[in-house]
Structures are given as C-alpha cells and as structure tokens.
C-alpha cells in the first residue's frame, strides 16, 4: 500500500480519492475551495494538507486532478509547488487534461528532481470515477508504466499504454475533440431541428437508426426529450478549454483543423453571451435560441 497525496477533489477526483480508500492506500488531499465536500473522505481518515509542498513531503506518490495546464504548472512548480516537497523517487501521476508541450517540459523538472512522471488523462464521467471505472491514457516509460499501474488500476477500468510522457495528453486532445465536437455537432442539430419546428423524439429516433447513433446522442438525448442535462456533466467552458487547447495543439504540429476551429468558436461565443457554467447538453437550448432571436430581428 503506498501513501498517496491527491490535488484535485473535484466530480472526477472525488471518485478517484474515494476508490484510492477503498483499495487500502493512505491517502491525503489538499485542502482547496474549489473541492467537493470531502467530509465522507476525511471521516474515513483522510488527511489534509494546505500546500501542495507539505502534500509532496508526505507521499510516495503524488495524483493530479485539476483543471488544466496553469493549475498544473501552478501546483507543481509554484512557490509552495509539488516540486518544493517531493521526496527520492517519488511518482507524480497527471491526470488532468493538459497541453503535451507543457506536461514534457515538467515531466523534465520533476525528473530532474529525482522524481517520476506519467500523464493519465481520463475518459467517461463522474458516474465512472465513483464506480471505479475510469478509462486512463497513458504516457509514460514502459518500465514507470508496470510500477503504477496497481495503483491506476484502483481507479480505471481500462489503462491504455498510449506512448511515452506526453502521448497521454495527446490521445485525451484527441478523444475530447472528437467527443465534445460530435455533442456540438449535435447540439446545433438538435437546435436547428426545433427552430425548423422538427419533432424532438423523431429527430432523436431518425438518428438512432442510422448513423447518427453513438456516444453523443445517448448523452444528449435527455435534455433534447426532456430538458435533463444531467447526460453529460460538462462545462461549456471547460469544453472550449479542451478544444483550445486541441487547436493550439494541432496548430503546433501543423495539422489541419478547420473543423476544430470552427467548434471552437462556437462554444467561444456560447461562453462570451453567459453560457460558460452551463452544461454542454444545455447548449441546444443556447442555440435554438440565438437561432430564434435573429429569425425574429430578420422579420
């Protein structure tokens, strides 16, 4: 059993902490506003700590799970950063979605450290996090690989070897593009559908019988029936955090990405009128109504 630090106690990383417990492993979390309630974590025995630092200092192995990449160089490189505290040998695990040029950069320092780097972003939801079952994209050499994968698969139900530091984030840029830009793709549908005054359970059936059936409309199906937007529990947001930070990716290897682009600026715009907190099935109802405010301003 290892003793395991956490930064990140957020939907995804309550569920991870959770199943750390569970598995045996002593575990501490930072204390931080932007935290679930931890109070079934702490009655279990879980401590915390109030800088990363003194977090680092007391743990073989160090779990991130923030937001994104300023929160990750900020907690591991600040002036009371992970780096600051961490011991000989100790493993930091990445799980936050983060930009691939930053996470070899600092894979680099902890190393440098005498520490040990592996980004594991995730898939699936927070309904995955507390079961357990998490899909985790791996970067990491092949030997670090084989040292933490007990302790990943406390939390994940599939851990996939993507490459070496920085493949993890990678691969998760990819996925979330493709992911998060099939649920936009589908909203804008979706909100063209109701303006054209289209039938929301036939839309939804037409699709499902043909190729338009997948991952995306099982998610966005409740709130296009019913308004429920607790399908996929995701930020505007944070998905335009995602596909910015696809798009700086792509555009750094000199990839083509018209499409992501595009999406981009959807959900730019989405978060510029107000709608950023909202969740992303919530953005069919963004849509149709900008759709139906500019019919209205044309008439």
Known sequence: MKTIGMIGIGMMGHG???NLVKHGHTLSVLAHAGNQPIDDLVQQGVKTFTTPKDLAAHSDVVILCVTGTPQVEAVLMGEDGVLKGLRPNTLVIDCSTAMPASTEKIAQAVVAQGGLFVDAPMTRT???AAEGRLNLLVGADAAVFETCQPILSCFAE??????????????????????????ALLAEAAACAQVGGVNAQTF?????????????????????????????RFTVS??????????EMAEHMHADHTV????????????????????MPELVATLAKRSLESLQNHD
């Open 16 to 18: 991870i902490a959770s």
């Open 126 to 128: 927070p309904k995955e």
């Open 158 to 183: 599939n851990i996939v070897h993507v490459g070496p530091v920085g493949a993890g984030h990678r691969m998760k840029l990819l996925h979330n593009y493709v992911s998060l830009g099939s649920v």
């Open 204 to 232: 939804v059936d037409v699709l499902a019988m043909g190729g338009g059936w997948g991952a995306a409309l099982e998610r966005m199906k409740p709130f296009i029936l019913n308004q429920d937007n607790t399908g996929l």
């Open 238 to 247: 944070n998905a335009l955090k995602d596909l910015s930070y696809y798009n």
């Open 260 to 279: 992501a682009s595009a999406i981009k600026a959807t959900l730019q715009t989405a978060c510029d009128e107000g709608n950023g907190t909202r969740l």
